[in-house]
């Protein structure tokens, strides 16, 4: 059985105040799938991510979310298309203005929804990310880093989103409340069946999360696959970003893929 494509680029080129960041990338990710995109600082992973969103546009090339391509649509039904989408932005982008509940309600007084409605559904997601009662009325700067990142979860969870974006979920957490973030992670996406794409560079805490990595270097993707397939391709940046660490423990090893052939990309 094929599994439906949430997201495919296509010969995706990108350029950014006169520099190339992005030259003839393509890649899918399958309905279900959970796929981290990796590469040294600058390498324009979170430029990617954004072009996945419809926050950005590449100069060149297509982008397709749950088939539509959101560079070509109305207005409208970019907005219909957002709501459909959750994104964790790296440093949770909480209004500071409002209060944990409130953050939380937003989308959902968006999308129309009755306030009381809002504040139920709300407080069930804050529920689900583990914030408690007593920290609904706070403003975001009373919360550690960690419930930060639980609100932003719980705020990009609360139209239930077919798919979920996560910039770097695990920066500027200690590694207690990484670890814990993750394992929320994980446990959202089993409960949803999320679709996600995350950028990171904490794969050694993401990697019971992550089905496949996507490795950008060179304004290239140079390599896509399961992390086993990965530590196998021979390139500078990944022989040494992944080092013996996980070349010794990625286990299963099928033959090493590299480029776009890992998931027939084309
Ligand atoms: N609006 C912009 N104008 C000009 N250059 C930009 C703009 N946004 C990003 N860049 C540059 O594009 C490159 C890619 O940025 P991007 O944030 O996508 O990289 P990244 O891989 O996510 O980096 P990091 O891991 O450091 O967050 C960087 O060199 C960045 O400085």
């Known amino acids: 059985m094929t599994v439906p494509i949430a997201i495919q680029l296509s010969h995706i080129h990108t350029v950014l105040g006169g520099r190339v960041i992005h030259d003839d990338i393509s890649l899918q990710v399958a309905t279900g799938e959970v796929l981290a995109l990796v590469g040294g600082s600058g390498s324009g992973k979170t430029t990617l991510l954004q072009h996945m969103i419809g926050l950005t546009e590449p100069a060149a090339g297509s982008v397709t979310v749950l088939g539509e391509r959101p560079g070509q649509m109305s207005f409208m039904r970019q907005r219909a298309l957002r709501r459909r989408l959750g994104v964790v932005f790296q440093f949770g982008a909480l209004f500071g203005s409002l209060s944990v509940l409130e953050n939380v309600m937003l989308p959902l007084k968006a999308a ?10 709300a407080r069930l997601k804050l529920d689900e990310v583990g914030i408690a009662s007593a920290d609904l ?4 700067s009373a919360l550690s880093g960690g419930m930060v990142k639980r609100v932003a ?9 077919e798919l979920l974006f996560l910039d770097e979920p695990t920066s500027g957490l200690d590694p207690l409340s990484a ?3 993750v394992d929320l992670i994980l446990e959202t996406r089993q409960r949803h069946q999320l679709t996600a794409v995350m950028v990171t560079h904490d794969l050694a805490r993401m990697r019971r999360l992550v089905d496949r990595v996507a490795v950008l270097a060179d304004r290239k993707l140079v390599a896509i696959g ?3 397939q990965i530590c196998q391709v021979q390139h500078p940046f990944i022989q040494s970003y992944f080092g013996a660490e996980f070349a010794t423990t990625a286990g299963g090893n099928p033959p090493a893929t590299s ?3 890992a998931a027939g990309e084309s």
């Open 153 to 161: 979860l719980a705020r990009s969870l609360a139209l239930d989103p």
């Open 137 to 140: 009325h706070k403003p975001p």
């Open 226 to 228: 399961t992390l086993a």
């Open 179 to 181: 670890q814990s973030f």
């Open 112 to 121: 129309r929804m009755p306030a009381d409605v809002a504040s139920m559904v």
């Open 259 to 261: 480029g776009r052939d």
